[in-house]
């Protein structure tokens, strides 16, 4: 069983920033990709980025240039770096990952883009 345990999320203001971060359990952090995905309410989750145990990163196009991906290997932890924030960035921010067919997913931290 695979959990993770995120932080960071907040109440900030447009063009303002936040750092969240994503700590999962056990050795998944080696071993395979960690998303970030969001989900706004009534709206669909959405895919925000990824990052490959090779620290590779993938971002959708809507976060891209604004959004940055990285990793403590120290601590294994993701961090995801969030700028230039919009109001249109709110949402719950979950980590996510798959393994073996299955797929695991954090219960997410809160961002509000508001002034």
């Known amino acids: 069983q695979v959990q993770f345990v995120e932080s960071g999320g907040g109440l900030v203001q447009p063009g303002g920033s936040l750092r969240l971060s994503c700590t999962p359990t056990?050795?998944?952090?080696?071993?395979?990709?960690i998303d970030w995905f969001r989900q706004a309410p009534g709206k669909q989750r959405e895919w925000v980025g990824t990052?490959?145990?090779?620290?590779?990163?993938n971002y959708a196009d809507s976060v891209k240039g604004r959004f940055t991906i990285s990793r403590d290997n120290a601590k294994r932890t993701v961090y995801l770096q969030m700028n230039s924030l919009k109001p249109e960035d709110t949402a719950l921010y979950l980590c996510?990952?798959?393994?073996?067919?299955?797929?695991?997913w954090g219960q997410g931290t809160q961002v509000t883009v508001s002034s």
């Open positions: 990052s490959t145990r090779d620290d590779n990163t």
């Open positions: 996510h990952s798959e393994r073996f067919g299955r797929e695991y």
């Open positions: 056990g050795s998944i952090f080696s071993t395979n990709p």
